[in-house]
């Protein structure tokens, strides 16, 4: 191929586990698609807390350093290889386990879901990955119903918002949600009862209004799984997704997941008390529901595209910039921020 044909593609790679200089930008030659595959030029990356988490380490079975950082994107068609059929041009957002944090990368066409006309990058990278989770969290995981009751730790962060917003959909649903008093106006705008985790105990909360919930999603690792489950009625569930608690202060604290796995999750479903525990995350559904990744990011999009979710305020930075984004995060970031390639 001639040397002038040769495309790259420019990505943030964390290197190593530590709190600063953990970043590196790299510039590489990327190949032409392979059979099966697209090359997308990127647009836009989601940032979420789950990338610091990987590159602090603290995820068990996360990526190894080197790795570039980003569970999705959104970008254009640039070259399709044989047997793909998607047109050059059109704009399409995929999740990925890493990689996200790029400006060109060849992927599978099957991971590649098109976005609906006049939806625009940035937009599409503020809710994919929040609420494709919380979505199949809802929807498939839980089963949430009309008539029941959940209950949102974190309801006024990113993943906490979309599912007041999904619940909202189903309708009927009663929800409670845990965020800081400063954030209560937010939840309950969004039809969920607002519980300060700093002063008020959620377990009374719960017990006192409702006896117990249907299901529980807890972002928050450690014993806080324990004392989620504990509040779940007969044949309810706990959706762990998160192990925010395993890094506090920028200080990591491994052995919280280790509590958070055995005692939250695998201990109580030993117990026979009609109770169920699981960890979730996004790829968590692909073996045993193959359809389930392109049916459900495709909803979120239509309901973006319809207006019917909407996150919290977005910030965008350059990509060159994601080290000032792990910085937000770690410094506890309002809204979502999204990484931008022009
Ligand atoms: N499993 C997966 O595939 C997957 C994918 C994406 C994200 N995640 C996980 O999802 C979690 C949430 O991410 P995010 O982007 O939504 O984070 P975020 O926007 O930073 O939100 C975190 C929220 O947690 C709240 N919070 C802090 N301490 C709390 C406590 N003790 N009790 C209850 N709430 C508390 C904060 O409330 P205030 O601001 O009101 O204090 C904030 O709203 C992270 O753990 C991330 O790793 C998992």
Redesign the pocket.
């Known amino acids: 191929m001639p040397t002038e044909d040769k495309m790259s593609s420019t990505s943030v790679y964390a290197v190593n586990r530590a709190q600063t200089n953990s970043l590196e930008v790299r510039t590489e030659e990327i190949p032409p698609p392979p059979a099966g595959h697209a090359r997308v030029r990127v647009e836009a990356a989601g940032v ?3 990338d610091l ?1 990987f590159q602090r380490g603290v995820i068990p079975g996360g990526p190894k350093p080197p790795f570039v950082p980003g ?1 999705d994107l959104t970008g254009v068609v640039e070259e399709v290889g044989p047997g793909v059929d998607l047109t050059v041009g059109q704009r399409v957002a995929a999740l990925v386990v890493s990689g996200g944090y790029t400006t060109a990368v060849n992927l599978p066409a099957a991971r590649l879901v098109p976005v609906p006309d006049g939806v625009d990058a940035v937009a599409v990278a503020s809710v994919a ?2 609420y494709f ?1 919380a979505y199949q969290m809802l929807h498939r995981v839980a089963r949430v119903r009309s008539g029941q009751s959940i209950l949102v ?8 918002l979309a599912f007041l917003q999904l619940a909202e959909h189903i309708g009927n649903v009663t929800v409670f949600g ?3 008093a ?2 209560a106006d937010l939840i309950t705008r969004h039809g969920a009862v607002a519980i300060d ?1 700093r002063a008020q105990d959620f377990m009374n909360v719960v017990r006192d209004t409702v006896g117990g919930v249907d299901a529980v999603f807890d ?2 690792g450690g014993g806080h799984f324990w004392r989620s489950y504990a509040v779940l009625r007969k044949g309810g569930r706990l959706v762990a ?4 608690n395993a890094l506090r202060n920028g200080k990591r604290n491994l052995a919280i997941g280790a509590v958070g796995f055995l005692g939250g999750i695998a201990l109580p479903n030993l117990k026979p008390d009609g109770k169920k525990t699981g960890f ?3 790829w968590s559904l692909e073996k045993k529901q193959p359809a389930a990744y392109r049916e459900d990011l495709a909803e979120v999009l239509n309901l973006l595209s319809a207006d019917k979710i909407a996150p919290r305020e977005v910030a965008t930075l350059p990509l060159r910039a994601a080290d000032e984004a792990f910085r937000r995060l770690e410094q ?3 809204g979502k921020l999204v990484l931008t390639t022009d």
């Open positions: 979420s807390y789950g988490l569970c990955l929040n989770i730790h974190g309801a006024s962060g990113g993943v906490g845990t965020g800081s400063a954030n985790y972002p928050m997704y998160g192990q925010n979730y995350n996004a506890g970031v309002t």
